[in-house]
């Protein structure tokens, strides 16, 4: 079992930077590869970024690609997303997910976190 709790959202300014925080229980954290969604109002969650268990692989969605940067430390039991040069249309609520596989697909992961909200205003 894996419970995943995020920080770090809030409200900012288009062009500006975030970078959220997703904390992990259990010993196991470093055996799963962690994903980003992101779910904005009346729309289906999407994939944002993932990363291997290691750290040594990345992916990232084309809309997001050259802005944003997924790492991982598992010495702390934590993932992040770091954001930069962030525009409107990346208002969503952002989760952090644990799974098996590096995928972009939401039913490749077995753990959620409840969510953090970033807003971008214009």
């Known amino acids: 079992q894996v419970q995943l709790v995020e920080s770090g959202g809030g409200l900012v300014q288009a062009g500006g930077s975030l970078r959220l925080s997703c904390a992990a229980s259990?010993?196991?954290?470093?055996?799963?590869?962690m994903g980003w969604f992101r779910q904005a109002p009346g729309k289906e969650r999407k994939f944002v970024a993932a990363?291997?268990?290691?750290?040594?692989?990345?992916f990232y969605a084309d809309s997001v690609k050259g802005r944003f940067t997924i790492s991982r430390d598992n010495a702390k039991n934590t993932v992040y997303l770091q954001m930069n040069s962030l525009k409107p249309e990346d208002t969503a609520v952002y989760y952090c997910?644990?799974?098996?596989?590096?995928?972009?697909?939401?039913?490749?992961?077995?753990?959620w976190g409840q969510g953090t909200k970033v807003t971008v205003s214009s």
């Open positions: 259990g010993r196991t954290f470093s055996s799963y590869a």
């Open positions: 997910s644990a799974g098996s596989l590096v995928a972009g697909r939401s039913s490749e992961y077995d753990y």
């Open positions: 990363i291997s268990w290691s750290g040594g692989m990345t």
